[in-house]
């Protein structure tokens, strides 16, 4: 599975919309980017996943470059119980592990 | 529906000791994972079963830890001799099926202390 590249931390403002990156320039033709949060003391939470389409749900955005070398995690309308660990993965056709970076540590201030 | 849930939410053993943790996967997971995460660092992956059986066992650290999934549904991950640095969180993810579109779903974690 490719490798990703997050910040370490971002920050942004109650309300606002928090525009997570990531850096997958390895990824090959039949990888996912999938993005999972990990509020304190608790376990990975399922937000997104997509191949090569942008996509939508009752979370958040997901937007992948046209060469899928980058994509960027939204956040609409950030609320403090939007603080935590951000994480992008990318796996696989056949890959069931999920491999973990270190994550995005995004502060939402009030 | 009810979620993957984990028990017990803390256990707190002394070095040696014997640990058992329990999974129940979301009813109809065919596939489950066991996950550990140290402090400060994201979860690794330990072991995957399909079933009953243990399909890649590949992230266990050594014999000291064993798991099974009798019934294709509960799962239970046994630490033998425990050590501190076992010391982490638990995870536990299931899954319909384990494609890469298949998406896991995890538990709240078993965090257990080795004094």
Redesign the interface.
Known sequence: DAKTTQPTSMDCAEGRAANLPCNHSTISG???V?W?RQIHS?????II?GLKNNETNEMASLIITEDRKSSTLILPHATLRDTAVY?CIV?????????????TRLLVRP | GAGVSQTPSNKVTEKGKYVELRCDPISGHTALYWYRQSLGQGPEFLIYFQGTGAADDSGLPNDRFFAVRPEGSVSTLKIQRTERGDSAVYLCASSAGAGSQETQYFGPGTRLLVL
């Open positions: 039949n990888e996912y999938y999972y608790q376990g990975p939470q399922y996943h994480y796996r696989g056709g056949s890959s069931y592990k999920l491999i973990f970076g270190s994550g």
